[in-house]
């Protein structure tokens, strides 16, 4: 049975013959009962019966050649393949070059076929805009473009935006300082010369080597940033937000995993740890209605409705407390009922008062958390904690972070270690310390 070689013209790309391991000339055998790996052998060991293993000379065969027509009479299944490698390599419209890389047939010959069979033809008419569309892929993976549908913002030069897209410019599809941005100044100077030595030329090339490798990585972060969407971060920052915080948390830790994965099978991560999240946050309420010895939905709807003005008196007897150790100051009073009414709106708490401390200085008032990237990471104690000691929320996020981690590796954190871990306020760093204590995040050592 004759089949179609899958291979190219040069002989070095085709595999050695099993029994003589000289290279395969067509047409040559391939052995139709052995696999996964094929035994192929030239015309000289078939007819002396080469057996190797499992493979016997009796055994079933095919005969790969490429010698035989397909399109045209006068141009066998090798040349057609020849063609279509010779005009990828040189170009549609190029026949001289075409011509000479086949070398069985003349430019006119060429053109000829090629406009007849795979331009002209309907069946093959969508040859020539499969190669101009792999051609505009290839040229394409330079830029990293907005999709169609969206409005690329064209931020002012060192704007708030500007930085937030990393200087992303989106009237040249590229950035204005790349990863790496001076990795050409140890090759400008660069220079060979015929009087080099070996050692020096050898030197030359790895530098050469080495600025290859820092381009691929450009191109490897590009491809990331286009291919997940970072490049405007805050719309990125809000497809985050629809998560519930624990996702959100989640989604954070693992983004730097997404380098080697793809968007989709990442956002599929993702969507199936919020699943999760969803199920488990269900399966929680189903057993508290259990204990509870709540048997079906419609007392379920009466137990959470009980529940709820359970919380609310709860609520009201803390406030009162409140209300009575806060009677005697007058101002502290106010930053409370300030408070009150934030959370009665629905809004974030700011008390804007300005309070006095015991030596008589004018403290500043409470930091204003309202759009500050972060915010809605931090539940309300944090953000308390934030206004309180006037730091932002993402500073926050990283020293906590921070005094975690070392908390884990110690076993246990001290207030000196955490003074000497982040370089702050000692005064905010007691006030985090002790948060964190009480929160139930870190331990004492």
């Keep these: 049975m004759d089949r179609l070689a899958p291979y190219g013209n040069d002989p070095y790309d085709k595999p050695p013959c099993r029994g003589c391991s000289s290279y395969l000339v067509e047409p040559y055998i391939k052995c139709a009962e052995c696999g996964p790996t094929p035994v192929l052998l030239c015309l000289q060991c078939f007819t002396r019966g080469f057996e190797y293993k499992k493979h016997q000379s009796d055994h079933k065969y095919e005969i790969m050649t490429s010698d035989f027509p397909v399109l045209d009479p006068g141009w066998t299944a090798q040349e057609e393949m020849a063609l279509l490698e010779a005009v990828m390599d040189c170009g549609f419209g190029n026949w001289q070059d075409v011509a000479y890389q086949i070398r069985t047939k003349s430019k006119e010959e060429c053109e000829g076929h090629y406009m007849k069979n795979f331009i002209n033809n309907p069946l093959f008419s969508s040859t020539l805009l499969s190669l101009r569309q792999i051609e505009e892929a290839r040229s394409a993976d330079t830029a990293i473009p907005f999709r169609p549908t969206d409005d690329p913002p064209r931020p002012a030069f060192d704007s708030l935006l500007s930085r937030d897209m990393a200087g992303y410019m ?105 699943l999760e999240f969803e199920l488990r946050r ?81 403290s500043a008032p409470p930091l204003n958390l309202t759009g500050l990237p972060g915010t809605d990471k931090l539940d309300d104690r944090e953000k308390e904690l934030c206004q309180v000691v006037r730091l932002v929320p993402g500073a926050y996020l990283e020293y906590k972070q921070a005094l975690l981690n070392e908390c884990r590796r110690q076993g246990g954190l001290r207030l000196a270690q955490a003074r000497a871990l982040i370089k702050i306020d000692v005064n905010k760093t007691r006030k985090i310390y002790d948060f964190l204590i009480k929160e139930g995040y870190i331990n004492k050592a």
């Design 170 to 274: 989106p009237a040249r599809a590229d950035f204005m300082e790349e990863f790496d941005n001076y990795a050409e100044w140890d090759l400008k100077d660069i220079d060979f010369v015929d009087d080099d030595s070996d050692i020096l030329h050898a030197l030359k090339v790895a530098v050469v080597d080495i600025y290859h490798s820092r381009l691929k990585e450009r191109q490897r972060r590009k491809k990331i940033i286009r291919d997940h969407g970072l490049i405007h971060l805050r719309k990125f920052q809000i497809l985050e937000r629809r998560y519930p915080k624990q996702v959100q948390d989640l989604h954070d830790s693992m983004r730097r995993f997404a380098r080697v994965v793809g968007p989709t099978e990442h956002d599929k991560f993702i969507e199936s740890h919020a």
């Design 282 to 362: 269900e399966i929680r309420r189903l057993q508290e209605y259990r204990r509870a010895g709540i048997q079906s939905f419609c007392s379920a709807k009466v137990y959470e409705r009980m529940k709820r003005v359970r919380e609310e008196e709860r609520r009201k007897r803390t406030m009162l407390c409140d209300v009575l150790q806060l009677i005697q100051d007058g101002r502290a009073c106010q930053q409370w009922l300030h408070k009150q009414a934030a959370i009665d709106a629905g809004i974030s708490p700011v008390v804007t008062s300005i309070t006095t401390t015991a030596s008589g200085r004018r």
